[in-house]
């Protein structure tokens, strides 16, 4: 059964505090629920649109297993129509009520649209962020309207049933600000 959109929210904060102090992960990868989501199909409570940096592991972040949150990366947590169909597929065919776009300090993609100019593929994605961020230069206001940014995206494909917030997440100090 889907949670509410608070319960989920409130699973993913409560799961945040107890990543901030742990050593190791926290939630269930055990064989029996390897086995059990094999048979009976994934239930995630909630959706995260990310970036796809290495040092950003929503399952970790939230203290979540397998079959706990659908995933979504794309560097610079940028919303196209891959990410957008994905979101609306777990919404749609998953029953989750809540998605998550959570940018990240010291982001990579963020930074290169703020100090470089890419060649190839990569500009996709710094164009994305630079229309995104306008003529700001502080990193973490700009990660922040980046974030605010793919969750208007998201709002403004009207996928029915969702709640879409944005976050940030700490890499130092491991907190996510929700707003």
């Not at 230069?137 to 029915?160: F, G, P, W």
């Amino acid at each position: 059964m889907s949670k509410t959109v608070e319960d989920a929210l409130d699973t993913m904060r409560e799961g945040n505090e107890s990543y901030v102090n742990a050593e190791k992960m926290s939630g269930d990868i055990s064989k029996k629920t390897r086995e059990r989501t094999a048979r009976e199909g994934q239930s995630p409570y909630a959706v995260v649109v990310t970036c796809s940096d290495s040092r950003v592991i929503p399952e970790a972040i939230f203290s979540a297993g397998i079959g706990e949150l659908f995933v979504i990366r794309a560097a610079g947590n940028v919303v196209d129509e891959i990410v957008t169909g994905s979101v609306e597929y777990a919404v749609e065919h998953l029953g989750c009520g809540l998605v998550v776009v959570l940018g990240h300090t010291h982001c990579g993609a963020v930074d290169a649209a703020l100090h470089h100019s890419p060649e190839g593929h990569v500009r996709a994605i710094t164009d994305r962020i630079k229309d995104a961020i306008g003529d700001e230069k502080d990193a973490d206001a700009a990660c922040r309207l980046n974030v605010e940014n793919s969750v208007r995206e998201l709002k403004n494909a009207n996928i029915a049933g969702v709640e879409i917030i944005g976050a940030v997440y700490d890499i130092e100090s491991g907190r996510v600000r929700f707003w």
